[in-house]
């Protein structure tokens, strides 16, 4: 009970089991009845869910970063891989007499090797 001229402070809380925005309205009603019209009191609160899934989400985000280094690794070393290459071997030395006959007669299977042959094909080559 209050009497004329006395205030009272109240701390209004609630809990609920859903999260959200509630909203609620209180009008001031007295007895006898006052001289005045008090306004309308509008109380609001919020209501929230603690996070139960932190560590949890933490840990699979974790796991899939882990997963994503891993294919950019093999990806990059598989690249790698493909791109390295045996040097090609070096032209053969046409200048020396036997390696000259070597190749000669490696390309042409049925035809023996002379000079004169070869100098023939080498004519034809240009």
Known sequence: MLNPGD????FF????KNCGIYNEQYIFQFEPKAN???PVLTLTGNSFVEDQMVQLRESVIRNLESIKDQQTIKEVISDLMNGVRTPDPPLPDLEN???????FE???QN??????NYEFFKYLEH
């Open 106 to 108: 490696t390309l042409n």
């Open 97 to 103: 007499p036997l390696v000259r006959k070597q190749e």
């Open 13 to 16: 809380s609630f809990i609920s």
């Open 36 to 38: 005045i019209e008090f």
């Open 111 to 116: 035809i023996w090797y002379t000079e004169e």
């Open 7 to 10: 205030s009272v402070d109240f």
